[in-house]
């Protein structure tokens, strides 16, 4: 399919870069060092040859989630974002932004989403988890009650906001020690971000902003296999739920969230994903550098979907969502 549109895909700027090695062998490193620095060349290349009219570009991860020095990660997020807006604006048909955000505090992201979308004209935000704020080990999930001001700032804006896997902290993850290779993409990537997005919607966020859109990678990162389950268990004992929201989870997830196909090429688990939030909720994507553009392209371009959705979920579901070719 051409004129494709892809949205997980990644670039680092020189404060970031190493923050990408070690989730790979060692001996990948000058191949994924090379992608994640390369914009305007590679990556046009593979843009072509596989039918990608756009990518919007975002930074790589952790990164600034992981700067607990607060003005350093505002340092960091806003040297990221004016280079990503110089490089779109090269060549804006080929790419698009979103930002990174200092979510260590809620109020420089807010002051940082709003210069990039105004000044910029970035598509939204790309945030990779949870934010460490002051020390290692202080978390920040973003259901807290000191983000809501944030999230009225990105309703304002009607912005998506691409919630992006991160690891969980050595002190969260003793379920994972002695089983390294359950980290990352594997298992932790997905774990970590579905349990976030279970809390901003069980938290009434999304009845105090409905207009929110969340985007979501791989696939939805369980969620949609698990959906039902959520809010059925033990359905017989007609217990109400236990949580702040007024719905079930599965309206939020259904009515706020959008899903990508990034890093997660299986016919299977896109046809559950439709059959969960519609062929309306899902955009394509590969996760470059991450993974391979032809294993998305390849795949998504002959996966055996009607060609109505193929170009809903390749083309003009993004189109609509991101206001691209609107100006
Ligand atoms: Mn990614």
């Known amino acids: ?10 670039f680092a700027i020189p404060d970031t870069l190493l923050d990408s090695k070690g989730f790979l062998a060692d001996e990948t490193w000058p191949e994924l060092e090379a992608r994640l620095i390369d914009i305007h060349g590679r990556r046009i290349e593979e843009m072509d040859r596989h039918g990608i009219e756009t ?13 607990h020095d607060v003005a350093r990660a505002n340092e960091i997020a806003r040297r990221a974002n004016d280079f990503l807006a110089g490089e779109v604006a090269k060549n804006p048909r080929r790419f698009q932004a979103f930002a990174a955000l200092p979510l260590q505090d809620p109020d420089l992201a807010s002051r940082e989403l709003e210069r990039c979308v105004k000044d910029f004209g970035f598509r939204g935000a790309l945030v990779n988890g949870f934010s460490q704020a002051g020390s290692p080990d202080n978390c920040l999930y973003y259901d807290m009650p ?17 919630l992006h896997p991160r690891n969980p902290v050595d002190a969260w993850a003793q379920i994972y020690k002695g089983h390294g290779w359950l980290m990352g993409p594997t298992w932790a990537f997905g774990q970590e971000t579905a349990v976030h997005a279970l809390r901003l919607m069980g938290s009434g966020l999304f009845d105090a902003y409905p207009r929110l859109k969340i985007v979501m990678g791989h696939m939805g990162e369980g969620l949609p296999f698990s959906m039902w389950r959520v809010d059925n268990r033990n359905a017989w004992t007609k217990a ?9 989870i599965a309206e939020y997830f259904h009515q706020n969230f959008w899903l990508t196909t990034s890093g997660n090429f299986r016919t299977q688990t896109l046809i559950d ?19 391979n553009v032809d294993h998305a392209a390849n795949w998504f371009d002959n996966c055996s979907i009607s060609e109505a959705d193929r170009i809903k979920i390749g083309r003009t579901n993004s189109m609509r969502l991101f206001k691209l070719g609107n100006e």
Request: no cysteine; net charge negative; hydrophobic share 50%.
């Open 240 to 248: 109400k739920p236990n949580y702040k929201a007024t719905r079930p």
């Open 1 to 10: 399919m051409q004129g494709k549109i892809a949205l997980e895909e990644h």
């Open 55 to 67: 990518m919007i570009l975002s930074l790589n991860a952790p990164a600034v989630q992981a700067i």
């Open 146 to 162: 000191q983000y809501w001001p944030f999230w009225e700032v990105v309703q304002k804006l009607d912005v998506p906001f691409y």
């Open 273 to 291: 994903a439709m059959l969960e939030v519609s062929a309306d909720r899902i955009l394509f994507s590969a996760d470059w550098p991450f993974e």
